[in-house]
């Protein structure tokens, strides 16, 4: 308990820090290109773009998913898929990158992780205001389940953090795990009702026990979790023991993440 103490005081005392240098960062990577920060936005709207010609009009030929166009429906979850998935890459190689630079420095390495997320934060408030655009087009009705959104975001934070602090360690102990995590990612994406409804694709009706199973996957919670929100389905609650489970993992995630990092982070430059 006293390492997640440590860990989540030094992210709250560096707030400032984390903020400038994920902008430095932001800067850094785009500065030698002519559109500069605008692909930020444009490089996850031509993946969109792609997945709804392959999904969408391909194999859903343009039906409705849910009372709403496929394309609103899609964007509800590839939108923070997006935004997880290169959060979760970029925050498990973190601290094996910059580890050298920092370490001669008075500098809090927890906080890696959390620069990395926060420097995608530009591309996920792009597209969501794509997807609010998008849902009035369509004509989405706004309700009180939106406010569950808020909610929803602490979660996937919460988790973003947790599973990047203890990836981030690993990587520096394992380098393999990186290469490991990319493929894993790359199955989830399809597991986890980002472009498809899992509850009801024929290929899983009858098989009830599969769909639980899936449903216990953290990344769905919160993807389908953001639709719950935005269409108006159910509120958090409703879904108890999903929730619990969910909170269970961050807490498993975030207390083993917490104790590697302490326990390790005095010799990062020794195992690199």
Known sequence: MNDIIL???????????????SGY????????????????????????????LVFGLGIKQGKMEEGVPYIVWMLMGIITWFFMNSSMLGMSNSIYKQV??????KFPVSVLP????????????WMMLLLLAAMLIAKVPITIYWLQYFYYFICMIAFLFSFGLLSATITVLVRDYHIMLQSILRLLFYLSGTIWNVTTMDSFKGSEVLVRILQL???????????????????????GAQTAFF?????GLLTIGSHLHMKFRARFVDFI
């Open 100 to 105: 050298g630079m920092v370490s001669k420095m």
């Open 7 to 21: 860990v989540l005081k030094e992210q709250f005392q560096n707030l400032g820090i984390i903020k400038r240098i």
């Open 247 to 251: 909170w269970i993992i961050v807490l």
């Open 114 to 125: 959390s620069v990395n997320m926060a420097s995608n934060f530009v591309s996920y408030r």
């Open 25 to 52: 960062e932001e800067k850094a990577t785009y500065q030698s290109h002519y559109l500069g920060l605008v692909w930020q936005f444009l490089n996850p709207a031509i993946q969109v773009g792609i997945y709804y």
């Open 217 to 239: 996957n953290p990344i769905y919670y919160i993807i389908n979790g953001f639709r719950d929100s935005f269409l108006s389905r159910q509120w958090f609650w409703e879904i």
